[in-house]
Structure formats: C-alpha cells, structure tokens
C-alpha cells in the first residue's frame, strides 16, 4: 500500500481536526493509503517530523493552519527528494488554501489530500529560511493578522492596512537599498511584501491573474515613506485591477531575487510567524521546489 504521513495540530481552529480525527483517517485509508498519523507537540515539530520522517513516505498532509503548513514546508525542503504535499487548512485565515483552492470543509479537502493532483509550486527562501507565500516587515506586518472580520468584509484588499493607518504618524520608516535585475531602489519604506500568493491575512490582496504559483517570480510591493491615504488605497486598488500604478508612494513588481540592505536590522515575518532579523536580506524564488496537492 503507499504510504501517507499524516501531521496535525490538534490546536489549530479551536481543535477541529482533533474531533473529526477518525473520519478524516477513514477517508485516506478509503483511498488506498496506509496512514501514520503524528499529533504536534510544539512550535517547531512539524518541521522536524517533516524532515526526520517525511522521506519515508509517497505522501505527507499537514492538517492546521498557515504555519503549521510553513513549518512542514520548511522541513521537507531539506529532504533531498520530498514527496507531495498536501494540507489541511484548519486556521483562522487560511491564504494557503485559497491559493490552492481548498474547501474549508475538512471532510471535503481530505479527500482532496487524499486524491487530488500533485502539480509544482514555487518556495521562497529568505536568507536560509523557506517560506511559502510570504515574508513582509514593517509598519502592518502584526496589524495584518489581528484586523476585525467585519473590517475585512467591509473593504476587501484594503482592510488590513487600513486598520494600521491610524499608526502612520508614529512609525518610523525603513531606510533601505533594495536591489533586483540590475536595479537599485534607495529610499525610506513604511512596508514591504515579498509573496507568492493571492491573499494575504484573509484578505485577497492580489489578482489571481497577476500570481502564477508556478512562474518563479515573486509579487514585491513597497511602501514609501511619504504615502498619504488615498494614494495607498488607489495604489491597492490598481493592484486589484491588475492596472498601471498611478502613485509613486508604492512600489511593485516582480521578480525571482531580491536584495534587502537595510541601516538597522530588519525584522520580518514569513508565513505570519516570526521570521528573523537581519541586516541584509535575500529573497530568492526557488521555482517549482516542491510538489503540493491542488483542488479543483
């Protein structure tokens, strides 16, 4: 029989795997897999049963939220030929699983895990930490995660940063040197966004037809300094409507490398979870790393 490693959060969505752990076992082993099933135990495990484990496997799911699937990740990219990768999304926002155009049903997207194509997908890499749809830093990278649901429903796209923009008189920019393609962009910056990824916090952030999980770019998007309300909202509503930006407060464009040369050390996030500090950050896209499970 093949052989499928099953790591669940028990945790994650209020433990919503957990109660529903027989059913979903019941399907995998309906679908011709012999499962091993390992609960997390901490931050962090996840990635190290991934890597200690996973190469025994011709499937691994990850059932819980974004960075219960970012630290699987993590862990099966130091595999030297990890299988596929399926997830379970059991968090409280899920931008992976829109990007993958999973069910919300876990019942629905393990048979998904459990059936579905395998088809290959971009990895990012900060320095030597890999990430799946994104690392930002600065002024909204927490306000991203705790913006109210009905602020969300309300605004769309714009609901994460404008929840953060009533802090704009009191933060500091980022003086930074950023480099890609032979360019040189030297300037102050409130916010950046390095992703592969069509939403971010819960929120569609950008079109499906400018992201193309497979095309080994990354979607950059850099706020200057100097931005005022309404140039970030037109600069963001561009974005949505995959149109010219008309605003110099915000930069975008793609790439497949990037190089961050911060004056002081530079904090970011990967995946929404703590993601180091450094002084010179680089990016790079790793195309067509690792093998996941699409739905339809």
């Not at 971009?122 to 927490?142: E, K, M, P, Q, S």
């Not at 992703?195 to 400018?210: D, F, I, M, W």
């Not at 490398?257 to 703590?274: C, F, H, N, Q, R």
Request: glycine residues 10%.
């Amino acid at each position: 029989m093949k052989k499928l490693l099953f790591l669940y959060n028990p945790t994650s969505g209020k433990g919503q795997i957990r109660s529903r752990l027989a059913g979903l076992l019941d399907t995998f082993t309906k679908a011709g897999w012999l499962v091993t099933a390992y609960p997390t135990q901490c931050r962090g495990d996840a990635a190290r049963m991934a890597r200690e484990l996973g190469g025994e496997f011709d499937r691994v799911v990850c059932a819980g939220g974004d960075g219960t699937l970012s630290e699987t990740v993590g862990g099966m990219m130091e595999l030297a030929a990890p299988a596929p990768l399926a997830f379970l999304p059991s968090g409280s926002t899920n931008d992976c699983a829109q990007n993958l155009r999973l069910p919300s049903k876990p019942a629905l997207a393990a048979r998904i895990a459990a059936e579905g194509k395998p088809f290959p997908m971009d990895v990012g890499r900060l320095n030597d930490r890999h990430f799946i749809y994104v690392a930002a830093f600065g002024a909204f990278t927490d306000v991203a995660y705790d913006t109210p649901q009905e602020l969300k429903n309300a605004f769309g796209h714009l609901a994460y940063l404008l929840n953060g923009l009533g802090q704009l008189a009191n933060l500091t920019p980022h003086h930074l040197r950023v480099e890609h393609d032979g360019q040189v962009i030297e300037d102050d910056f409130l916010y950046g966004m390095v992703c592969n990824t069509y939403s971010v916090a819960g929120v569609k952030a950008l079109p499906r037809e400018q992201v193309v999980l497979d095309d080994g770019l990354f979607e950059v998007l850099l706020v200057r300094k100097n931005v005022k309300l309404s140039d970030l909202a037109a600069a963001l509503q561009a974005i949505a409507g995959n149109k010219p930006m008309d605003t110099p407060a915000v930069i975008t464009f793609q790439t497949g490398s990037v190089t961050i040369t911060a004056d002081e050390p530079l904090a970011w996030t990967t995946d929404g979870e703590y993601g180091g500090t450094y002084a010179v950050s680089r990016l790079e896209n790793l195309p067509r790393a690792l093998t996941m499970i699409k739905g339809e």
